[in-house]
């Protein structure tokens, strides 16, 4: 951890008689104000309602824990050990607990792993469906509530997917 830290400080000269101060990046002139906060607390649920995909997580009827778990999942704030390692935690070992040939990611872990895999085709084999395997589970959630079904054939389709990675 000390030594990422002093890479950071590698391209930045220190001024000894200079006196700190505070930048907030979220405006060009570097003051917080409130209408700047506001704007990027807009901006990200603005992100969140043009995506859609939020939208329709809270519509499935599943228990709130199995929902928030997803939200999470296709945010990327889940506790996998290479969102650890980005927060600098130390870990003993960041390898998949089910394949152990890999870094575990979210990614890896939910839809890519050697073990998990074989789960998802075959879900897809029960409505005859082929198709490739996107690399973000954002991506992985989409054609499951874009999908070519409507009504109660979605509402399943969305459930399947819920309860499958809740399960993994």
């Given at each position: 951890?000390?030594?990422?830290?002093?890479?950071?400080l590698e391209g930045h000269r220190i001024r000894a008689?200079?006196?700190?101060?505070?930048?907030?990046?979220?405006?060009?002139?570097?003051?917080?104000?409130?209408?700047?906060?506001?704007?990027?607390?807009?901006?990200?649920?603005?992100?969140?309602?043009?995506?859609?995909?939020?939208?329709?997580?809270?519509?499935?009827?599943?228990?709130?824990?199995?929902?928030?778990?997803?939200?999470?999942?296709?945010?990327?704030?889940?506790?996998?050990?290479?969102?650890?390692?980005?927060?600098?935690?130390?870990?003993?070992?960041?390898?998949?607990?089910?394949?152990?040939?890999?870094?575990?990611?979210?990614?890896?872990?939910?839809?890519?792993?050697?073990?998990?895999?074989?789960?998802?085709c075959e879900m897809l084999s029960w409505v005859n469906?082929?198709?490739?395997?996107?690399?973000?589970?954002?991506?992985?959630?989409?054609?499951?509530?874009?999908?070519?079904?409507?009504?109660?054939?979605?509402?399943?389709?969305?459930?399947?997917?819920?309860?499958?990675?809740?399960?993994?």
């Amino acid at each position: 951890m000390a030594v990422t830290f002093l890479e950071e400080l590698e391209g930045h000269r220190i001024r000894a008689h200079s006196a700190d101060q505070w930048v907030w990046v979220a405006d060009p002139s570097g003051q917080y104000t409130v209408r700047s906060a506001y704007t990027v607390l807009r901006e990200d649920l603005l992100q969140e309602d043009q995506d859609g995909e939020f939208k329709e997580l809270w519509k499935v009827k599943f228990p709130s824990k199995v929902a928030v778990f997803a939200w999470r999942l296709l945010k990327d704030r889940l506790p996998t050990r290479d969102n650890l390692r980005r927060k600098h935690v130390e870990l003993q070992d960041f390898m998949c607990p089910f394949c152990r040939t890999m870094e575990e990611s979210a990614s890896h872990l939910f839809f890519h792993c050697s073990k998990v895999f074989p789960l998802w085709c075959e879900m897809l084999s029960w409505v005859n469906l082929v198709g490739v395997f996107p690399h973000h589970p954002r991506h992985h959630f989409l054609p499951h509530i874009y999908g070519a079904y409507e009504g109660i054939q979605l509402d399943r389709w969305k459930g399947w997917w819920l309860a499958l990675t809740w399960t993994i």
